[in-house]
């Protein structure tokens, strides 16, 4: 195999390509439509091994109309309507997709939405530390990125005198010659009169910061290809290609004006334009935005560690065979099995939160038959030790404490916690009860989650990170900056409370909970009354007649939701293990990746499987080969 070359003027001297069985393209046909559109194309490798590589940059284009496309650099351009096929050669092998060009003769104005606010936050100006924070700089302020195009259509077309843009003399624009540093600017160099966010703000100034018609099209989702990518030693780079689906139908290619961004950049970083690079073994999620949608590509880095040999550890039960898949791919050795002492201090402290005492010791360590950790992981936990402790954990997470519920509101809550961890009530119901309940927080004891969580605000926030796993603070005040969550969200779920009311009872510091027959929640920014918001799937209409919760409670604890079972199981493994599965356990993201997906998707699922039981849950992973081993390393 040809050694890599270290020619960084020369990305094609960069690849070893050997001999690949074949090669493929994505994406596989292409559609362009105006002469303002172009399409990134990625040529992968397939090798006998299984391996695959970019080979994108060293690959000969081929275009059999000519007169109809042209390809630079694996990108195909626009000339005149008609069709062809872009074939790509590259060490013997070849491949084809077909390439359909319309509607070139007609104008291509620049989109304002779509383009020119992309190219505004690709060139980083509308970010919180610039002209996105909420004072702006300079006098100068924008909607952090994009969020608001009212706001900054008339910022950039009216204030201060319209100097900012000169559709005289395009290129004079304050708007560009400030992050060219043609003149002094405090955010430094931001552009380059050879950057595509360059073009598209000067020609947008040029046509007159011209507003986009009522039937310009809005982005409904963005595609990251490839979606996930695991390379050996040779494949050390990957471009990325990011398609923008729009309501129309359309697809077209925005990686030029996507941003991107790597969550761990000790493995792998990206560059403005999507192209990935190894720094060292292990995984990264690579996470590309345009406008407020947001994708993620999954991207492995493997090398051959000197010396490794694969031992081949038993399994003693799924979450083994999954973890070890994980461990043998990254050629990573576990840790020998820990002792039974250490097991045995492990299990109680997990379970009990306690130590265990001499007798119990003893009658453990004597014990020589070979089921006898699973023995120690039942009776723990279906000891009342176990459900004091573990109401004591929960109680916790849900902000039990006498400043939020008095010294009587917690003890009816505690009591109450206790008795669906004793019976090991399932968590989907146990979820449901909470969200759902009403009454004297006295007399039903779960109606206490709603004297911590008083407003629709708390409420949205609290239940998102307690039950979604996701952290959904940021979209309070403007579309979350790292994550698919907008304000629209926010407010909508914030819907589903906005009818809890609050009143005394006839005890003294009592309090009742009850559905009142009025009561909204208006988006800040737009002014709109926001209906009932289920994550992923939409806005949903609930008669007056109906308690909102029951809506949003069924959405949540149906066995199709996306985050429920999985936000659940994650908080358990974190408890016994240290670390979630996603770190931090309430922090689910695109752009926190679980360190192993296939485990987590296959615990959530029998976690439903189990009716939800958290005890299952609970005896499923301290019977584990994984959860028993030593904490001393092997090497």
Not at 500 to 505: A, D, L, M, S, V
């Amino acid at each position: 195999m040809p050694a890599v070359a270290n020619d960084k003027a020369n990305p094609a001297a960069q690849i070893a390509v050997g001999d690949p069985a074949n090669i493929s393209l994505v994406p596989e046909k292409i559609d362009l439509k105006g002469k303002r559109t172009r399409q990134q194309v990625i040529v992968t490798g397939h090798y006998a091994n299984g391996e695959l590589r970019d080979l994108t940059p060293a690959a000969e284009f081929v275009s059999t109309n000519p007169a109809v496309i042209r390809i630079q650099r694996g990108v195909v351009y626009p000339l005149a309507n008609g069709t062809a096929e872009l074939v790509a050669k590259i060490s013997g092998k070849e491949a084809r997709i077909p390439v359909a060009v319309s509607q070139t003769e007609q104008p291509a104005p620049v989109s304002f939405k779509n383009s020119t606010l992309a190219a505004l936050t690709k060139a980083g100006c509308n970010l919180g530390a610039c002209h996105g924070s909420p004072s702006g700089k300079g006098g100068f302020r924008l909607s952090l990125r994009a969020y608001d195009p009212t706001l900054d259509i008339v910022t950039l077309r009216s204030e201060y005198y319209g100097r900012r843009t000169n559709i005289v003399a395009p290129e004079e624009s304050l708007l560009l010659r400030k992050p060219l540093m043609e003149l002094a600017h405090g955010g430094g160099r931001r552009l380059k009169k050879q950057d595509p966010s360059y073009e598209i703000m000067r020609d947008w100034i040029a046509e007159g910061l011209r507003l986009d018609p009522p039937t310009e099209p809005d982005v409904v989702r963005i595609q990251v290809l490839p979606e996930n990518r695991v390379f050996q030693k040779d494949g050390a780079r990957q471009q990325l290609v990011v398609l923008a689906h729009y309501n129309d139908g359309s697809i077209r290619d925005v990686t030029p004006i996507a941003c991107f961004s790597s969550s761990a950049e000790t493995v792998a970083k990206v560059n403005d334009e999507g192209l990935v690079e190894k720094v060292s073994r292990g995984e990264t999620a690579i996470l590309a935005r345009y406008l407020d949608k947001m994708a993620t590509s999954y991207i492995t880095f493997l090398e051959d560690v000197a010396g490794f040999a694969w031992t081949n550890p038993p399994e003693q039960n799924f979450i083994d065979k999954l973890v070890n898949a994980k461990l043998k791919q990254l050629q990573i050795l576990p840790s020998e099995l820990c002792s039974d002492e250490e097991f045995l201090r492990r299990a109680y402290l997990d379970c009990t939160g306690r130590l265990p005492t001499v007798e119990e010791s003893q009658a453990f360590i004597s014990d020589q038959s070979p089921n006898k950790r699973d023995r120690l992981v039942d009776q723990l936990v279906d000891s009342d030790d176990f459900a004091s402790f573990w109401t004591l954990m929960t109680g916790d997470i849900l902000r039990s404490n006498s400043k939020k519920l008095n010294a009587t509101g917690v003890q009816k809550f505690r009591l109450w916690l206790y008795e669906c961890i004793r019976n090991d009530r399932p968590l989907n119901q146990f979820a449901k009860e909470l969200l759902t309940s009403s009454g004297s927080a006295y007399k039903n004891p779960a109606a206490n989650y709603w004297r911590a969580s008083r407003d629709p605000q708390d409420a949205t926030e609290t239940t998102a990170q307690l039950f979604l796993g996701i952290r959904i603070q940021c979209a309070k005040c403007h579309n979350h900056p790292f994550e698919r969550w907008t304000q629209d969200n926010y407010y909508g779920i914030g819907a589903a409370f906005a009818r809890i009311g609050r009143k005394p009872g006839t005890d003294a510091d009592e309090e009742v909970v009850y559905v009142a027959k009025g009561g909204e929640v208006t988006q800040p920014r737009t002014g709109k009354q926001m209906k009932t918001h289920l994550l992923l799937k939409g806005d949903v209409d609930v008669p007056a007649d109906r308690d909102r919760r029951e809506v949003f409670a069924d959405w949540l604890t149906a066995d199709d939701n996306p985050f429920f079972a999985k936000a659940s199981i994650n908080r358990i493994w974190g408890q016994l293990l240290g670390r979630g599965i996603v770190e931090p356990v309430d922090d689910f993201r695109d752009s926190n990746p679980p360190s192993n997906a296939p485990l987590l998707d296959t615990l959530s699922s029998e976690f439903i499987k189990n009716g939800y039981s958290r005890k299952w849950a609970i005896k499923t992973i301290m019977k584990s080969r994984t959860y028993q081993l030593s904490s001393r390393k092997n090497a």
